[in-house]
C-alpha cells in the first residue's frame, strides 16, 4: 500500500544533499577541527545506517514501481538514485528479466541485480544483459560471452575512432606548423568531401563520387548539411566552413546584430543561428553528441568515488574512463573551434584513451574466443537433448496410436 514517490522521498531525506548524511558529515567535520571527534563517537553508526536505510527504502520503493511495470526499478533497486540514472538504457529483454526478479523478488532471488562496490550506471549496464542470460540459460559462461560481446563491441565503436582523431589530428598539425595549412574541425570529412575538397586519405574513386554528388545537390541542401562556406567567409574570416571557429563566428554576427539595433536577446539569437548554420547539420550534430558523451563520462567517472580509491581498485579500466572523458571534451572544442591547442588536445588524449581501453580489455579480448567455443559446445548439446527428447516423444504418440502395440 506504500507509494513509491514518498519512500523515495523519505530516502532523500537521508542521504541526499544537505540532508542527514550531510549534517552528519559536517559536524564530524566540525568536531575535528575543534579536536572533540571522541565526543560523537556515539553517533558513528548513524553514518552507516543513514546511507544503509537509504538504500533499503529505494528498494523497496523499486519493487513497488517494478509491478507498475517502470523501466527503471531493477536500476533503482540496484541502488542507484534517480539522477544517476542518466545517459544510458537498458536493453529491453534483459530490462524484462531484471523487473521481473524485483517484481517477483519473494520467489526469485534478485540479489544479482544489486549494485557492486565501485560499479556505475554505465558499469552495470553492460553487465545486467550477460547476467540475465545466466540466469535464464542456467549456464554462466554463456552470460560471460554475451557481457564480453557487449563490452568488446563497445570498444570496437569507439577505439578506432580515438586512433583516427590522433593519427589524422598528428597529420593536420604537420601541415598546419609545415605548410601553413588551416585546420579542419574533427567530423567534417564528409562534407570535405562532398564539397570537392576530400583529405588525402581519401581514395581517388570515393573523392570523385562524393564530389560529383555534391555538384548535383541543391546550394541550399548542401549548406544546410554541410555548413554555409558563405557565412564562413562573411563571419570566420575562413574559405570554407570546416575552418571556422564557431564561438568567432557567432560573436561577430552578434556584434553585427547589436550595431544595427538589436537587443541583446537578438544579437545572441542572431549569433548563435549563424554559428549554427555556419557549422551545419553534421558539424553540429557531432558537437552535441560528443558534448552529451562528456557529461555522461563525467557522470561515471563521479560514480566510481574517491580517485585514489577507484584507481586502485582498477587501474587500467579507471585511467580509460577519465582519459575518455578528456577526449570527448577536447573532441568536443576542436569541433567548435579549431586550433592547434583544441586539436593537439584531442590527438594525445585519444591516443591515451585508445591505448587504455585496449589495455582494460586485452583479458577479455584473449579469453572470448574460448569462451564462444564452451557456449557452442553447450548449445549443441542442449540441441542433442532437445532432439532426442522429440524423438522420444514420437515413438511414445506412435505407439499410443497404434491399437496393435
Not at 571522541?38 to 520503493?61: E, G, H, I, Q, Y
Not at 530490462?95 to 524485483?102: F, K, P, T, Y
Not at 587501474?315 to 576542436?334: E, I, Q, R
Amino acid at each position: 500500500m506504500a507509494n513509491p514517490d514518498g519512500l523515495e522521498h523519505l530516502a532523500k531525506l537521508f542521504d541526499g544533499r544537505g540532508n542527514l548524511r550531510d549534517r552528519l558529515d559536517e559536524a564530524f567535520t566540525r568536531a575535528s577541527r575543534l579536536g572533540v571527534t571522541d565526543k560523537l563517537s556515539s553517533l558513528k553508526p548513524m553514518r552507516n545506517w543513514a546511507d544503509d536505510t537509504a538504500v533499503d527504502l529505494r528498494r523497496r520503493a523499486a519493487i513497488l514501481r517494478a509491478e507498475n511495470g517502470d523501466p527503471k526499478a531493477a536500476a533503482l533497486y540496484a541502488g542507484f538514485k534517480p539522477e544517476e540514472l542518466r545517459g544510458g538504457n537498458l536493453s529491453p529483454d534483459a530490462m524484462l528479466i531484471a523487473n521481473a526478479a524485483v517484481a517477483n523478488s519473494g520467489e526469485f532471488d534478485p540479489s544479482w541485480l544489486k549494485r557492486k562496490p565501485g560499479e556505475t550506471y554505465q558499469d552495470w549496464l553492460q553487465r545486467i544483459p550477460g547476467d540475465a542470460v545466466s540466469k535464464v540459460s542456467g549456464n554462466e559462461n554463456l552470460g560471460e560471452v554475451v557481457g564480453d560481446y557487449i563490452q568488446l563491441t563497445a570498444m570496437a565503436s569507439t577505439v578506432p575512432g580515438a586512433f583516427k582523431m590522433a593519427t589524422a589530428g598528428t597529420l593536420h598539425l604537420i601541415k598546419y606548423f609545415k605548410n601553413g595549412d588551416f585546420l579542419k574541425a574533427p567530423g567534417t570529412t564528409l562534407a570535405q568531401i562532398l564539397k570537392g575538397r576530400a583529405p588525402s586519405y581519401i581514395p581517388a574513386r570515393i573523392a570523385q563520387l562524393g564530389a560529383q554528388i555534391g555538384r548535383t545537390t541543391p546550394t541550399v541542401v548542401l549548406d544546410v548539411l554541410a555548413g554555409s562556406d558563405r557565412l564562413a567567409q562573411i563571419h570566420g574570416g575562413k574559405l570554407w566552413a570546416w575552418e571556422t571557429n564557431l564561438l568567432k563566428a557567432g560573436k561577430n554576427a552578434g556584434t553585427a546584430a547589436r550595431v544595427a539595433g538589436a537587443s541583446r536577446l537578438g544579437a545572441f539569437a542572431s549569433g548563435a543561428g549563424t554559428a549554427l548554420r555556419t557549422a551545419g547539420w553534421w558539424r553540429a550534430a557531432g558537437v552535441g553528441g560528443s558534448a552529451v558523451a562528456t557529461v555522461v563520462g563525467v557522470v561515471d567517472v563521479i560514480q566510481e568515488g574517491h580517485p585514489a580509491e577507484a584507481f586502485k581498485r582498477d587501474k587500467a579500466g579507471y585511467v580509460s574512463k577519465v582519459s575518455g572523458v578528456a577526449f570527448n571534451a577536447s573532441l568536443t572544442a576542436a569541433m567548435v573551434a579549431p586550433n592547434p591547442v583544441t586539436i593537439g588536445a584531442a590527438v594525445v588524449t585519444g591516443a591515451v584513451y585508445g591505448v587504455a581501453t585496449i589495455v582494460d580489455n586485452w583479458e577479455t579480448v584473449k579469453t572470448f574466443p574460448g569462451k564462444v567455443a564452451d557456449a557452442g559446445r553447450w548449445a549443441g548439446e542442449k540441441v542433442g537433448e532437445g532432439a532426442g527428447k522429440l524423438v522420444d516423444g514420437a515413438k511414445k504418440l506412435g505407439s499410443a496410436l497404434n491399437p496393435f502395440d
